[in-house]
């Protein structure tokens, strides 16, 4: 049996989707299937053995060659899923499925017990640097109840000042995250799962007992983290150091909106979240300058230590620790002497990172990095075999080119190859967690790609300069601005238009349906493309020619019902529907989405409130309206004009009846 343990992984992914989305113990499910599965067995025993008896009286005959034959598929799906196979799933799957439920339990209880508790009194402490908010100040504590080590956020006063490390005495009461509101809409106790935060504490007195309390090895890392933030911010100018912290540590705070937007709109945001990319440059980088000073070896056991400093230091970030796995592991298979194989390296990270925190799963981080390496994985072979295929390498060397020119241009085919795989896989993610869709991904990236390699490991060694000596870092901080701009430059590319389109929230099965296509196409692609060709590509061969021959055959048929499904998809698109009638859960204020029969959309009020964070227009309202399937506003109505009726910011596409066409257009906030 090949890769036991990615099976098993599948099979915690599987008893964990099973406990989160269809909130169901995965034992109940398993029950009828193995029932199936014995009786099945038995018939098959019984029948082999009365067609054995017959064996001698029987004529064989050729049997026709059907297209679609139910029986084949399954012989084929029985050299993969057999016995073992099927026990490691079910087995790691109930595994995984009553952790989770067991946890979700755990959770309920402990908020509804504390949430009737009129006051909490304890002793904890901080785990987190300040969080400034409008009204508060905002830390992570760690603190021990009913002798359980939990996790909460505090909300304490503006004029307290807390460090990473202090315990605390603190005094307040428990504030119930709140769940789900509207349709498809966030769930912020969810969102502490994934960082195992119990809810948020409101005090009303803290009081500083000790200093530097807590975990050693964490409260060492936290120290440098700040004194590498304190010291570029002394030494770059303010617009270059937070975008260097972004880059090199995954530290937004400071990045204003706009940057942040451009980023995000250009495809470039994963530059400012510490991920796998990173990871790859400084492990180069250290084992290009470490070859020479120290030797392989010591440089790869060198390099091991530094990325478990480093994530560390970055927080153990999902992406960042599914990449520092992966590095940990191909070092480690080059010092063993040992062959790596990357779908078991990933199945490893992403095992551990499942059994630490199942609720991982529903991380956005989580899912674009895992799944940009499994595009990776399943498409760039294809891909890179059919952008080969079109000869463009061909074309170019009619020319008289040199070698080294010849291997960056395969190197530029090799990075297309991949980022097109990686955008492939994750823009299903994408849409449906962001609802955006970005045209000049490809343009971005390729462009990035020339640059992001010696951006990374100049500022990987500029931070840790700026760690030991502040002279020494100024003196490199020339090159280090100059790098900043080059990125900011890239992200201009945010302001094209078209940069942002916004899609409406796809279903589950339309998800399933893309990937299913996008698997078969380049399937059959690559296989088309394949010089030597097994048995099994030339019966697919043959397999795609009969179905050919059958459409060609059948092609008046085919007319006829492709003409009836035109007419009956104009049909229920014309057909009027009913009238529907939304009221969104906007906090403080009213807001109504209405959906005529003829499928014109109208909001009534917007909600909001003056003394609010949270902006109600780009968090709320603009997700529930492309999670209900519409990408415009028809018409506004607006009922008065108190803030909480009118103060929102949202960007939709409205229609001009007078002028017939779609415009962009930002509603402004009323004061």
Request: charged content about 20%; some cysteine; aromatic content about 12%.
């Amino acid at each position: 049996m090949k890769r036991p343990i990615l099976i098993a992984t599948i099979g915690y992914i599987i008893g964990i989707i099973v406990g989160l989305y269809f909130e169901k113990s995965i034992v109940l499910i398993y029950i009828p299937i193995i029932a199936i599965y014995i009786t099945n067995k038995v018939y098959s025993r019984a029948k082999q053995s009365i067609n054995n008896n017959l064996s001698s009286q029987t004529i064989f005959k050729p049997t026709k060659l059907k297209l679609f034959s139910i029986k084949r598929y399954i012989r084929y799906a029985k050299i993969y899923f057999n016995s073992k196979v099927i026990a490691i799933l079910i087995i790691s799957s109930i595994i995984s499925n009553i952790n989770l439920n067991f946890q979700n339990k755990n959770y309920e209880n402990i908020r509804n017990s504390l949430a009737r508790q009129e006051s909490i009194n304890n002793i904890g402490i901080v785990i987190s640097n300040k969080e400034e908010k409008q009204y508060y100040n905002k830390y992570k504590i760690e603190t021990i109840i009913n002798n359980k080590k939990m996790k909460f956020y505090i909300s304490t006063n503006k004029n307290l000042k807390l460090e990473y490390g202090d315990e605390i005495s603190f005094n307040g009461t428990f504030q119930k995250p709140q769940e789900q509101r509207n349709y498809k809409g966030s769930d912020y106790s969810q969102h502490l799962k994934q960082i195992k935060i119990y809810g948020t504490i409101k005090c009303t007195s803290v009081k500083i007992l000790r200093k530097q309390q807590g975990n050693k090895i964490f409260l060492i890392s936290n120290k440098i983290s700040n004194r590498v933030i304190e010291n570029v911010k002394r030494v770059l100018k303010e617009q270059e150091a937070p975008i260097l912290l972004g880059v090199m540590l995954g530290d937004k705070n400071d990045i204003d909106s706009e940057m942040q937007d451009n980023f995000r709109n250009a495809s470039m945001s994963h530059i400012l979240a510490v991920s796998g990319m990173h990871i790859s440059y400084i492990v180069l980088g250290l084992t290009r300058i470490g070859k020479k000073l120290i030797g392989k070896r010591y440089t790869e056991i060198l390099s091991i230590f530094i990325l478990i400093f480093y994530m560390l230091i970055t927080n153990f970030t999902p992406s960042v620790t599914r990449a520092g796995i992966m590095s940990i592991l191909m070092i480690s298979s080059k010092l063993f002497y040992r062959k790596n194989d990357i779908l078991t390296s990933v199945s490893i990270a992403l095992l551990f990172t499942l059994i630490y925190n199942p609720f991982l799963i529903q991380n956005l981080g989580f899912q674009l990095s895992y799944g940009g390496v499994l595009g990776i994985v399943l498409f760039n072979k294809s891909i890179l075999k059919i952008l080969k295929s079109i000869n463009i390498k061909n074309k170019i060397y009619k020319y008289k080119i040199r070698p080294k020119i010849k291997k960056q241009l395969d190197k530029v085919i090799e990075f297309i190859s991949i980022s097109i795989s990686v955008q492939l896989f994750i823009i299903p993610i994408i849409l449906y967690n962001l609802n955006t869709l970005n045209l000049y991904f490809l343009i971005s990236n390729l462009i990035l790609s020339v640059f992001i390699g010696p951006i990374i490991i100049i500022g990987f060694l500029f931070i840790t300069i700026a760690l030991i000596n502040l002279k020494i870092a100024s003196f490199f901080s020339g090159v280090v601005e100059l790098c900043i701009k080059i990125l900011t430059t890239i992200s201009q590319i945010g302001k094209i238009p078209f940069s942002k389109i916004y899609i409406s929230t796809p279903n589950i099965f339309s998800i399933l349906n893309y990937y299913l296509v996008i698997d078969i196409t380049l399937l059959i692609f690559y296989i088309y493309l394949a010089k030597k060709t097994n048995k099994t590509q030339i019966r697919t061969r043959n397999l795609i020619a009969l179905i050919k021959i059958k459409l060609r055959e059948n092609k008046n048929r085919l007319k006829k019902i492709f003409i009836i499904l035109i007419f009956i998809i104009v049909f229920l698109h014309f057909c009027p529907k009913d009238l529907k009638i939304y009221f969104i859960d906007v906090g403080q204020g009213d807001s109504t989405f209405i959906v005529t029969p003829k499928n014109k959309t109208i909001l009534i009020d917007s909600g909001g409130s003056l003394n609010s964070d949270v902006d109600i227009g780009k968090n709320t309202l603009l997700p529930y309206i492309l999670d209900r399937g519409f990408t415009q506003i028809d018409t506004i109505i607006i009922s008065h004009f108190d803030s909480d009726h009118v103060r929102f910011y949202a960007i939709f596409i409205a229609r001009n009846k007078s002028k017939k066409y779609h415009y962009r257009k930002t509603i402004q906030k009323f004061s």
